[in-house]
């Protein structure tokens, strides 16, 4: 998927929010009750920390999948996040890991959440 699809993947699937093409310009993202959230083009949680940390927050409290995300060196250096079932209480399971830039942790987050919502 390309970046855009991933943010209107993250958007959909794990927002629970839907894209109006074309009604209006630009294009927006509703959620259930028709409020407007996002011009699309401001959607973009692969490079926005705030953003990212929403998606994670709802994977938490619809899907309890809680997010762990840290460096792997104490140097700068990638990001690694992970969800797991329920927190991190001894023997959940790890869902949906992935690795970012160091520069990148959204990336990360979004990743690894996209991985976890299609349970891999």
């Known amino acids: 998927m ?3 699809e991933q943010n209107e993947w993250l958007a959909v699937e794990v927002m629970g929010w839907h894209l109006d093409r074309g009604h209006v310009t630009p294009n927006r993202y509703y959620d259930e009750e028709h409020i407007e959230k996002f011009l699309d083009w401001l959607w973009n949680p692969l490079e926005n920390i705030e953003q990212a940390m929403m998606v994670a927050k709802q994977l938490r409290v619809k899907h309890s999948l809680w997010l762990t995300l840290h460096q792997v060196s104490s140097k700068p250096a990638e990001w690694h996040a992970y969800f797991t079932f329920g927190g991190m ?19 990360a987050i979004c990743l690894a959440a996209i991985k976890a919502k299609r349970g891999e």
Do not use: F, I
């Not at 209480?89 to 990336?107: F, H, I």
């Open 2 to 4: 390309t970046p855009q």
């Open 89 to 107: 209480a001894v023997g959940n399971r790890m869902r949906g890991e992935a690795y970012a830039s160091k520069d990148e942790p959204a990336r």
